[in-house]
């Protein structure tokens, strides 16, 4: 049976045939066509639907209907919004790209393997292919532990993770509020910043806000470094006349 995509799934799609009434399109990631209407293209009134789509076009969608008995995926355009789209082709791209260097790695290594297969169950223990990729990166040899990984094309592919693959960075944010009431006001928020930056960068909002942002590998650990700046700060006007608050900014 053919696997068909969850209703409001976001899909990648390149469009088949136009019609004046909508269009058919392939659902690349799932290998079945998804019918776009005319009144899912556009939030307003349509006169002409090429002025909108085109043949070849590729597009990401939202699943708005399945029916599972008759195989049949209605699609929309007008209900994708622009952050949407762009997490899709930036998470589509990394899968695409993981994918290529797997393959390259099992021709280099000029071995019979089953790439789809390789995926599947790269993808069943760690999410996707990019944190597949991510895992070998950490972990090595001990990354292709239950997936049918060809062992002379273990070594390739670490090579060219090594090179080519860079650990994800997560930043964690927060707005923070300064004021010092004292003669030495400015020299003491200097310090005082002069600490926190330590854990983070800090951009200048306008009096008396400011923010900072906090990098690492784990998020945990970014937003750690958030909570010790503000401590920093905090620390550093105790007992001074001054006003000190915070807070996260959710990302």
């Given at each position: 049976?053919?696997?068909?995509?969850?209703?409001?799934?976001?899909?990648?799609?390149?469009?088949?045939?136009?019609?004046?009434?909508?269009?058919?399109?392939?659902?690349?990631?799932?290998?079945?066509?998804?019918?776009?209407?005319?009144?899912?293209?556009?939030?307003?009134?349509?006169?002409?639907?090429?002025?909108?789509?085109?043949?070849?076009?590729?597009?990401?969608?939202?699943?708005?209907?399945?029916?599972?008995?008759?195989?049949?995926v209605?699609?929309?355009?007008?209900?994708?919004?622009?952050e949407?789209?762009?997490?899709?082709?930036?998470?589509?791209?990394?899968?695409?790209?993981?994918?290529?260097?797997?393959?390259?790695?099992?021709?280099?290594?000029?071995?019979?393997?089953?790439?789809?297969?390789?995926?599947?169950?790269?993808?069943?223990?760690?999410?996707?292919?990019?944190?597949?990729?991510?895992?070998?990166?950490?972990?090595?040899?001990?990354?292709?532990?239950?997936?049918?990984?060809?062992?002379?094309?273990?070594?390739?592919i670490?090579?060219?993770?090594?090179?080519?693959?860079?650990?994800?960075?997560?930043?964690?944010?927060?707005?923070?509020?300064?004021?010092?009431?004292?003669?030495?006001?400015?020299?003491?928020?200097?310090?005082?910043?002069?600490?926190?930056?330590?854990?983070?960068?800090?951009?200048?909002?306008?009096?008396?806000?400011?923010?900072?942002?906090?990098?690492?590998?784990?998020?945990?650990?970014?937003?750690?470094?958030?909570?010790?700046?503000?401590?920093?700060?905090e620390?550093?006007?105790?007992?001074r006349?001054?006003?000190?608050?915070?807070?996260?900014?959710?990302?």
């Amino acid at each position: 049976m053919t696997e068909l995509p969850e209703e409001n799934e976001l899909v990648i799609a390149r469009v088949k045939k136009i019609l004046d009434y909508g269009a058919f399109c392939e659902l690349t990631e799932y290998k079945v066509d998804g019918f776009l209407h005319l009144s899912e293209v556009a939030p307003r009134w349509i006169k002409n639907i090429y002025e909108f789509i085109s043949e070849g076009q590729m597009l990401v969608l939202k699943v708005i209907r399945v029916d599972a008995a008759k195989g049949q995926v209605d699609v929309s355009l007008k209900r994708v919004n622009e952050e949407e789209k762009r997490k899709k082709l930036e998470a589509f791209n990394k899968e695409k790209r993981a994918r290529k260097i797997i393959q390259v790695a099992v021709d280099q290594a000029k071995v019979k393997a089953d790439v789809q297969k390789i995926a599947e169950e790269a993808e069943k223990k760690y999410g996707s292919l990019d944190n597949f990729l991510v895992g070998i990166l950490d972990e090595g040899k001990t990354a292709f532990e239950g997936i049918p990984f060809p062992e002379k094309a273990q070594e390739i592919i670490i090579g060219i993770v090594k090179k080519s693959v860079k650990k994800p960075v997560a930043r964690a944010k927060a707005v923070f509020s300064l004021k010092v009431y004292e003669s030495n006001g400015v020299e003491l928020i200097k310090k005082v910043l002069a600490d926190a930056e330590k854990f983070g960068e800090i951009k200048y909002l306008g009096a008396p806000r400011y923010s900072i942002t906090a990098a690492d590998a784990d998020f945990k650990k970014a937003n750690k470094k958030i909570q010790e700046a503000m401590e920093a700060v905090e620390k550093g006007v105790k007992g001074r006349d001054a006003e000190f608050t915070w807070e996260r900014v959710k990302k």
